[in-house]
C-alpha cells in the first residue's frame, strides 16, 4: 500500500520535472541555436577576418574569445527575441534555473580552451584529434539532454551523428583542417534542418 | 519510538503540499526559475479557474511570488517559488522519502 503510493507519487513527481525539461526543448529552438553557431563559426573560417586570428599570442587568443563570444552573445539575443516575439505568446513563458556557477566556470574554460586555442586557429590544428573532441563533447550534450529530459528520442539520433562524422574523416585520412571544416558544416546543417523540422511541427501542434 | 517519531512526520505533512494539484504546480516551478500562467496550464493540463485558485492558495501561504510585466505590451504574469516554498516542497519530498522506507 506505502510502496504503491509512493511510486505513485514519486513517478508523477519525476515526470512532471521531465516534461519540464523537455518543455525547453520542444520547439526545435536549441538544435536551431546550435546549428547557426556550426554555420557561422564554419563561415568566420573562410572570411578575411581569419587573417588576423592566426597565431598563438596570448592577445591572438584573446581576440579569438570575443570573436567566438559574440556569435555566442548574437544568436542568443536572436533566439530570445525569436522566442519573445513567436514562441512564448502561444506556448507560455518560462526561465531556466540558474546554473551552478562552478559548471559555469568549467564550461567557460572548456570553451576558452577550445575554441580559443583549437577551432579558430587552423595553424594549431597538428592532428585529427580536434574533430573527435569536437565529436565527444557534441556526443556527451545531446545524451545529456536525453537523459533529464526522458523522451526525446531525436537527441539519441543526433548524438552519434558528430562521431560518425570524426570516424568517417579518420577513416577517409582527410586533413585536420578539411575534417575540422567538414564536421563544422555536417553538424550545423543536420541541427539546423532537425531543429527547422521540430520547431514547425510544434507550431502545427500548439495552432 | 522510532513509530511515534513517524507518525509526527506523517501528520506534519504540509496538507497545503500534500494536495496533488499544488504538488504538480511546486513540482513545475521548482525545476525552472521562473514561468508564466500559460506555461503552467500547458505543463499541468489544470483548467484556468483550478490553477488559479491553486496558485492564489499557494500565493496567500507565501510559497509563489507572483509579479506582473509586459512582453510585446501584451501583460504577462510571472510565478516563481519563494524561499519558503523551495523549503516545503524539498521538506514534503524529504518526509515522504522517510515514511516510505519505514513503511518498507
Not at chain 1, 513517478?11 to 518543455?23: G, Q
Not at chain 1, 522566442?83 to 564550461?107: F, Q
Request: charged share 20%.
Amino acid at each position: 500500500m506505502m510502496d504503491s503510493f509512493k511510486e505513485k507519487k514519486s513517478e508523477k513527481v519525476e515526470d512532471l520535472k521531465k516534461k519540464v525539461h523537455r518543455a525547453w526543448y520542444e520547439d526545435g529552438i536549441f538544435e536551431i541555436g546550435f546549428g547557426m553557431l556550426y554555420l557561422i563559426v564554419g563561415l568566420v573560417f573562410v572570411s578575411p577576418i581569419m587573417k588576423f586570428l592566426h597565431g598563438s599570442r596570448l592577445s591572438i587568443v584573446f581576440l579569438r574569445l570575443i570573436v567566438v563570444l559574440a556569435i555566442v552573445g548574437g544568436i542568443s539575443w536572436l533566439i530570445r527575441k525569436f522566442k519573445e516575439k513567436v514562441v512564448w505568446n502561444k506556448a507560455g513563458y518560462s526561465a531556466r534555473r540558474d546554473y551552478n556557477p562552478k559548471m559555469v566556470l568549467i564550461l567557460a574554460v572548456v570553451i576558452f580552451l577550445f575554441f580559443g586555442f583549437y577551432i579558430l586557429d587552423l595553424s594549431f590544428l597538428l592532428s585529427g584529434i580536434s574533430t573527435f573532441l569536437l565529436g565527444f563533447i557534441m556526443f556527451f550534450v545531446f545524451v545529456a539532454q536525453y537523459v533529464q529530459a526522458g523522451k526525446p528520442i531525436r537527441f539519441l539520433v543526433l548524438s552519434p551523428i558528430p562521431l560518425l562524422v570524426a570516424g568517417v574523416n579518420y577513416l577517409l585520412g582527410l586533413t585536420p583542417d578539411d575534417g575540422l571544416f567538414l564536421m563544422i558544416y555536417i553538424l550545423g546543417c543536420t541541427f539546423l534542418i532537425s531543429g527547422v523540422v521540430v520547431y514547425v511541427n510544434f507550431k502545427r501542434k500548439l495552432a | 519510538m522510532k513509530d511515534k517519531k513517524i507518525i509526527k512526520e506523517i501528520v506534519s505533512l504540509e496538507k497545503l503540499v500534500h494536495e496533488p494539484s499544488r504538488l504538480a504546480i511546486l513540482t513545475i516551478l521548482s525545476g525552472v526559475k521562473e514561468a508564466d500562467f500559460k506555461f503552467l496550464l500547458r505543463i499541468s493540463g489544470f483548467t484556468r479557474g483550478n490553477l488559479s485558485v491553486h496558485l492564489s492558495k499557494l500565493e496567500e501561504a507565501g510559497y509563489v511570488n507572483v509579479s506582473k510585466r509586459f512582453i510585446n505590451k501584451i501583460p504577462n504574469t510571472v510565478y516563481n517559488l519563494t524561499k519558503e516554498g523551495r523549503k516545503a516542497f524539498n521538506g514534503y519530498l524529504k518526509n515522504m522519502e522517510k515514511i516510505v522506507k519505514w513503511g518498507k
